[in-house]
């Protein structure tokens, strides 16, 4: 049976990239460009020097952490559609907690205390959808998307106000002090150490999920609550932990990105990141150590398909289309696995029946 799910996994994710691709080639074609060289130009464009091909690993990171804080969820049969919000509020933290402590301790003190205020802020953001989850029955997935315009809301105030740069001109903060970037891993690279940390939470949730009490119980919600409560889990403890966890998750990718890239928060950016997360985590089944891997494609997709549109003089919406297409795809794969594997549960009934 493990077999077969595996081999149904690999199969549909890769005729999902592929078929997303190839819808992108005629979208190409449209525009009179030959996709067989666009392609080309992406994949050598990746590996052309060191810097391009660590930042697809840069790219990679709050990717990483964003489809964590969908597949956690998942697994307690829940959905966590506002890990874009629970990034903006982390971001909103790091920036502020960087910016206020910067000047008064030192450098590795502060993204210590910034890391910790964003994993706090970011899983009380999602743990109040856990909580009205538990306490009203509400739907969690309206709740942690509407949550994301809320969030939106706060950043956008907060960059017209309290955070916005000493000249008051445009909605950003005033750039973050040397001292409190992320360290880089790779010298002349922008690739910081907030990778690592991506990479090391994925081990760290597959341990949680698959190796610890608290994981199995999460588990068995998912996959029957009133079963699980009645054995004595506390289901809607487990909602509201659930979510804390997952808006953690997401609320360190906005730590990442302000301390270890932008060095500054700006209005708006990185608007895709949640949903790209969302996919992610279909094409890693949810597997959080499948989920480095996935995110890692993504990220090659992302920065080869910037520098094809530079040098193919390709429009730069087609990029996002073809990421669309691929993430659009993946999706689709998960509904075909489901079916595969309910056609593959009624034949062994069929034949249990026949016996």
């Given at each position: ?15 999902a ?7 992108s080639?005629l ?5 009179g ?18 810097y ?5 690993f ?7 952490f964003?489809?964590?804080a ?5 697994k ?30 030192p ?7 910034t ?7 970011g ?9 009205v ?72 949730v597959?341990?949680?999920?698959y ?61 895709d ?6 996919g992610i ?44 297409f ?30």
């Open positions: 049976m493990m077999q077969a799910k595996l081999r149904d996994l690999l199969i549909t994710n890769i005729l990239i592929v078929l997303g691709l190839v819808a080639g979208m190409l074609l449209f525009l460009k030959n996709p067989i060289n666009a392609y080309s130009v992406l994949i050598t464009s990746v590996v052309r020097d060191g391009t091909f660590a930042d697809i840069v790219k990679a990171t709050p990717l990483m964003t489809a964590l969908f597949a956690f969820t998942y307690a049969n829940l959905y966590n559609i506002g890990a874009q919000g629970q990034f903006y509020i982390g971001a909103i933290i790091a920036a502020a907690g960087s910016l206020f402590l910067q000047n008064i301790l450098g590795w003190l502060v993204l210590i205390i890391l910790l205020l964003t994993i706090v802020g899983g009380l953001w999602g743990a109040f959808v856990g909580f989850k538990a306490k009203y029955n509400s739907n969690e997935f309206l709740v942690s998307m509407m949550s994301t315009y809320v969030a939106l809301a706060i950043m956008n105030y907060s960059l017209r106000t309290f955070l916005i740069e000493g000249k008051a001109e445009y909605p950003q903060t005033d750039a973050l002090a040397a001292s409190v970037w992320l360290p880089r891993i790779i010298p002349g690279t922008r690739l910081h150490i907030g990778f690592v940390l991506a990479v090391l939470a994925c081990v760290g597959w341990v949680l999920l190796k610890t009490t608290l994981g199995y119980r999460i588990r068995a919600v998912g996959y029957n609550a009133g079963a699980a409560e009645m054995s004595g889990i506390n289901a809607k403890k487990l909602y509201i932990l659930a979510f804390f966890i997952s808006g953690a998750l997401a609320g360190v990718a906005g730590f990442t990105e302000v301390n270890g890239v932008q060095h500054m928060l700006v209005q708006g950016f990185n608007p990141l949640g949903a790209a997360g969302i985590a279909i094409l890693a089944n949810g597997n959080p150590i499948g989920i480095i891997f996935a995110a890692t494609l993504f990220g090659a997709l992302k920065v080869g398909g910037t520098i094809m549109g530079q040098m193919s003089g390709i429009p730069s919406s087609i990029i996002e289309l073809m990421q669309g691929v993430m659009v795809f993946v999706i689709l794969s998960y509904f075909v696995r489901t079916w595969l594997e309910n056609n593959r549960e009624k034949r062994k009934l069929q034949k249990a029946v026949a016996k």
